[in-house]
């Protein structure tokens, strides 16, 4: 999983490297919100944590039922996506209303090869959040550093 950290608190950002990379990576007119994909459908928003041991992913969708989603990892791209149909019929009298409704999203990470131990991964849906718990494998995981005994 790659993930850059960047200090947006600060007025002026260490580098202007920095300054620039974060000009030319947002949209002309979409400045304050990138939670819309190209095809203007809202993205949930994600958060991502590195721990010693895993990766807790947080995907905010509420509404949604834990059927409605759909999670796959194909080499080392992990896929999040959802459909939901919403049909409503209304009768009373000479009047008809019927009113549908669609949405849909899918969220990919790369993960880092020979990183994650993939046979190990749970997700669970509760409150409106997708959480996601992807294990390290032993390599992975930090390790104490080694004491060199000098002889």
Do not use: H
Request: net charge negative; proline share 4%.
């Amino acid at each position: 999983m790659s993930i850059v950290k960047r200090n947006t608190g600060d007025l002026f950002p260490a580098s202007p490297r920095t300054l620039f990379d974060d000009f030319f990576s947002r949209e002309l007119f979409n400045w304050g919100n990138n939670n819309f994909s190209s095809t203007r459908t809202t993205l949930p928003y994600v958060n991502i944590k590195e721990l010693d041991d895993c990766f807790e992913v947080e995907v905010a969708a509420p509404g949604l039922e834990k059927e409605d989603f759909i999670i796959t990892l194909e080499g080392n791209l992990l896929t999040i996506s959802s459909t939901k149909k919403n049909e409503t019929e209304d009768r009373t009298g000479q009047y008809m209303r019927k009113e549908f409704s669609y949405q849909s999203f899918s969220r990919s990470f790369e993960l880092a090869k020979d990183v994650v131990d993939e046979e190990r991964i749970q997700a669970k849906y509760e409150n409106g959040v997708l959480k996601l718990n992807i294990p390290k494998t032993e390599k992975a995981r930090k390790q104490e550093p080694k004491l060199i005994e000098i002889q």
